[in-house]
C-alpha cells in the first residue's frame, strides 16, 4: 500500500468517518499493532483501532513518526515565532538568525525541524568562534620527536628498526568528546529531518567536521560523560548540547537514568516538559523576593500504617511542580498543565492531584493553582471550591489560572529596560498570586 500522510494538532482528535483519510485504515503488521498499543498506554499517542477505521487523538506530543502505512505529523497550535521564542527562552538557546526559508516566514514541516534549526544555527556560531580544542596524549611514531621518546616501546621493539621513534606528546586536537557528540548530533538530526533545504546544510556542516573528528555513539552514557565536561570553557556549546539532548529524548532515548517509555518509530516531544521548564524559568526570573523550589516532596502528608502495610510498600509519592517561597513560608503551591482549560474540560485526575495538594496547605489560603497555556485574551481565571459535604464549608480550593502565550512571548522578545522588568514582575506575580495581587 501506498504511504498515508496525515497531519494532527495537539489535542485533536482524528476519528473515521465517511471522507476522512482514516476511514478504512487499520494495521496489518503485528509489531505496528504492539506499538500502537504501547503508545495508546503511555498516553503519548491514542490510537484505536475500530470498525470503520483508525481513531487517533494526540494529546502533548509533538513531532513525527510512522505507523504502517500512516506517517503522522502532530503539530502544536502556536505559530513558529512564539514558539520559537519561548523555546529559547526556557532552554537557554541563543537568539540567532536562523538559515533561509525559515528567516522569511516559511514554517517547519515538523516541530523536530524547527530544533533542528536551531542547532544548526549553533553549530555555525561555534565555527565562527572556533571549535573548542583539548591537549589528548598521543602514541605514535615520529621521523621528529615530539614531546617525550617512549624508551619503553622502543625496547620491546627491539631496537631501532625504521627511521622513526615511540612518542608522547599532547598535540591540542578538534577530536574531543564534546565535538565527536556535536557532529553525532548534526549525523542524527540529517536521519531525522525531510527537509532537503535543510538535511543540505547540515550536510556542509558536517563536512566541516568530519575531516578532524570522529563521530561517537549516542547514549546515556556519552550524554554523562559530555555533561561532565560542562565548564567556562565549554560555555558556548551548551545550547547545542541542549537540543542534540532533547532530540535523543524525543527519540525516546532515556538520559536521566528513569525508566525509558515507549519508543516509538519516530520523533515525540513532550510540550507538557517544555511549558513546566518555561514556566520554571520565568518564575525564578523574575518574581523578586520569592524562592521557586522545583518539585519538592510533601512529607509526611501520606503514610501507610505500619501494622497495616503487609506488602511493605512505600507511600505515594506527592511532588507538585513548584513551591513558593516567602524566606521559610510556603505561600503558594503549583502545577504547569500544557492544556488549554479554557477550551478543554478539566479532567478529573488534575483536579483531584490539586485537591490533595490544597488540602496540604497548613497555613495561609487552603489553596493550589494550575498554570495552564492559553491563546486566547478572553481566559480568566476560574476557582473551584472544595466543600465539606455535610456543613458546606469551604476547605480549600483549586484555581485555574491561564497564561497568554502570546503576551508571554512579547515580554521575552523585547529588548531588555527598567519598564519590561517591571512588567515581567507583575506577570509572574499574577501567575502565582492572581491579577489581584498587591504587585499590580
Known amino acids: 500500500m501506498s504511504e498515508l500522510s496525515v497531519s494532527i494538532q495537539e489535542w485533536q482528535t482524528l476519528e473515521p468517518i465517511p471522507g476522512s483519510p482514516l476511514a478504512g485504515i487499520g494495521f496489518e503488521e503485528p509489531t505496528t499493532k504492539r506499538i500502537a498499543a504501547e503508545l495508546t498506554q503511555s498516553g503519548k499517542l491514542e490510537i484505536l483501532e475500530l470498525r470503520h477505521g483508525l481513531s487517533i ?12 502505512q500512516i506517517s503522522l505529523n502532530i503539530l502544536p497550535k502556536l505559530a513558529v515565532k512564539p514558539l520559537l521564542t519561548l523555546l529559547r527562552y526556557a532552554y537557554n538557546f541563543r537568539r540567532l538568525t536562523l538559515f533561509l526559508p525559515l528567516a522569511h516566514g516559511y514554517a517547519p514541516r515538523t516541530f523536530q525541524d524547527l530544533l533542528i534549526h536551531q542547532l544548526a544555527a549553533e553549530v555555525a556560531e561555534l565555527f565562527s568562534r572556533g571549535l573548542h580544542r583539548r591537549y589528548e596524549a598521543v602514541h605514535t611514531d615520529l621521523q621528529s620527536p615530539r614531546g617525550k621518546i617512549d624508551f619503553q616501546s622502543l625496547m620491546r621493539q627491539g631496537g631501532l628498526s625504521q627511521a622513526r621513534l615511540p612518542c608522547r606528546h599532547h598535540p591540542r586536537l578538534e577530536n574531543t568528546l564534546l565535538n565527536r557528540f556535536i557532529l553525532s548530533g548534526l549525523l542524527l538530526s540529517v536521519q531525522l529531518t525531510e527537509d532537503r533545504i535543510l538535511r543540505t546544510l547540515l550536510r556542509r556542516l558536517v563536512s566541516f567536521m568530519q575531516d578532524s573528528i570522529i563521530p561517537i555513539k549516542l547514549d546515556r552514557e556519552t550524554v554523562r560523560l559530555v555533561r561532565r565536561m560542562d565548564d567556562r570553557m565549554t560555555k558556548a556549546y551548551r545550547p547545542a548540547r541542549g537540543i ?8 525516546g532515548i532515556t538520559l536521566d537514568g528513569s525508566s525509558s517509555s515507549t519508543q516509538a518509530p519516530g520523533f515525540l516531544f513532550d510540550m507538557n516538559r517544555f511549558f513546566q521548564e518555561l514556566m520554571s524559568k520565568f518564575l525564578r526570573d523574575n518574581l523578586n523576593g520569592l524562592t521557586v523550589v522545583d518539585e519538592y516532596r510533601l512529607k509526611g502528608m501520606m503514610a501507610y500504617d505500619p501494622l497495616f502495610n ?62 495552564y497555556p492559553t491563546e486566547d485574551s478572553a481566559a480568566k481565571e476560574a476557582r473551584i471550591k472544595i466543600l465539606d459535604p455535610i456543613k458546606g464549608q469551604n476547605r480549600a480550593q483549586v484555581i485555574l489560572r ?4 502570546l503576551k508571554l512571548e512579547s515580554l521575552l522578545f523585547q529588548s531588555q529596560g527598567i519598564s519590561l522588568l517591571r512588567q515581567r514582575q507583575v506577570f509572574a506575580n499574577n501567575l502565582v498570586f492572581g491579577p489581584d495581587s498587591h504587585l499590580n
Open 57 to 68: 487523538r494526540a494529546t502533548s506530543y509533538v513531532g513525527s513518526l510512522k505507523l504502517g
Open 244 to 251: 542534540i539532548e532533547l532530540l535523543l529524548d524525543g527519540l
Open 310 to 371: 503487609p506488602l511493605r510498600r512505600r507511600p505515594p509519592d506527592l511532588r507538585p511542580d513548584y513551591l513558593i517561597f516567602n524566606r521559610h513560608q510556603l505561600v503558594a503551591i503549583i502545577d504547569a498543565k500544557y492544556r488549554d482549560l479554557w477550551e478543554k474540560p478539566l479532567p478529573r485526575e488534575m483536579l483531584y492531584q490539586l485537591t490533595i495538594y490544597a488540602l496540604s496547605r497548613f497555613n495561609g489560603v487552603k489553596s493550589a493553582v494550575i498554570l
Open 402 to 405: 491561564p497564561v497568554n502565550l
